[in-house]
């Protein structure tokens, strides 16, 4: 048996049929109502235990994923009574992240666009509500502090300037549309010339020989040169995590949407390549790339990675010929078909999540996390999966990001 997936077979995977699309949105929109109810106006944290979320306070990195649930929710719900209960919770979501930045609560590291483009930005692309640019304003500001001008990067974690911590991570691709958004509402530059420096930096380092990436890059702070590439929740500082993989494509995509620089096409295409090259036979990648078929047994999935990197394709084709656009939307197309098939949880006894088979940090005798949600539903997974849903089904959409 071939460790991963031939090229032969993924093209022989079938792709998922609007008709299904729909279905799955469906039943995702169903699980954001009952949801709602159960949470209460709290939030879902990260990871679930045995499938379910405990809700808590607007405090983890992850809180905009599940408004941004209720938000695509609402786009798709017809005008009536449940509509305008979505787009009160959402609302009312908009203030509890307006309240967080504005006590600068849990809110000093990058995170800021995952926190504040499918919460805030959503709410005041699709209501026009002023809270909600206001706080995600306030969110990029906060964001711009993390710039470290030795090194040209934004710190993704901890004491700005510590020598331990003076690192950008992959998945920081995925927060610099905040910026864009930012630069674009004010008309102030900066914004853009941050989010435009750190892209350059991080494309110079984050993409190894053979299209795998690294997870976290170390830069020198006395000189700002490139120190030394390393793992956080990847297997070991060699190989590739599948979601930081994951965020490199969706990374590289949204690079491409603001920029247009070309050579970041070719980026995009090496880091999916890699990714597409080592999927187990079923397209469910195992937390990290080095594990695929006859690892099941041992190795946990994380299907969160397989609908970001759908996302990523999704994106990135709007802005290619069409031959190598169809290419990447039917491996998106197959990605989903494998989603929705075998991943999708349809019970709500099962599981109050979307998604099953996530993976938020799994320790290893090499790596630095802490270990937390193996095997379980993320929020991110949940969010992106609808996300991939919405933009099969309408690929028109005005995305968030
Ligand atoms: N951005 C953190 C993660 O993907 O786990």
Known sequence: MDKWITQEKLC???????????????????????????????????????????????RSWTTGFFTGEVWLSYENLPEGRKKDLFLEAGLSHVDSFLERIESRTDVDHHDMGFLYS?????????TGSQKGKRAA???????????????????????????????????????????????????????????????????????????????????DPVTGAFDHGATCQGYRDGSAWARGQAWGIYGTAVAYKYTRRTEYFEYF??????????????????WDLTFGNGDET?????????VIAACGMLEMSKYLPEDTADYYTGMARRLMKAMTVHYQSTDPKEAQGQLLHGTYSKKSPYNTCTQEGVDECVIWGDYFF??????LLRPEWTIYW
């Open 269 to 286: 295409r090496r880091v999916a390549g890699y990714f597409l090259s080592h999927l187990p036979d079923d397209l469910c990648p195992f």
């Open 298 to 306: 041992s190795e946990p999935r994380d299907s969160s990675s397989a």
């Open 12 to 58: 022989e995977a079938s792709e998922i049929s609007a008709e299904d699309a729909s279905k799955a949105l469906d039943r995702c929109i169903a699980k954001v109502e009952q949801a709602l109810l159960c949470y209460g106006g709290l939030f879902p944290g990260p990871a679930s235990v045995k499938n379910f979320y405990i809700p808590g306070e607007n």
């Open 118 to 126: 499918p919460s805030c930005v959503a709410a005041y692309q699709l």
């Open 386 to 391: 609808m996300e991939a849903l919405q933009r």
């Open 137 to 219: 304003v306030l969110a990029a500001d906060q964001l711009i502090t993390r710039f470290q001008e030795k090194g040209q990067f934004l710190q993704a974690w901890g004491e700005m300037g510590a020598r331990d911590n003076y690192r950008f991570i992959i998945d920081c691709l995925l927060n610099l549309p905040l910026l864009y958004w930012a630069a674009e509402e004010t008309g102030k530059p900066v914004y853009r010339d941050i989010a435009q420096r750190h892209i350059h930096t991080a494309m110079s380092y984050v993409i190894r020989e053979d299209g795998s990436t690294w997870h976290t890059i170390f830069m």
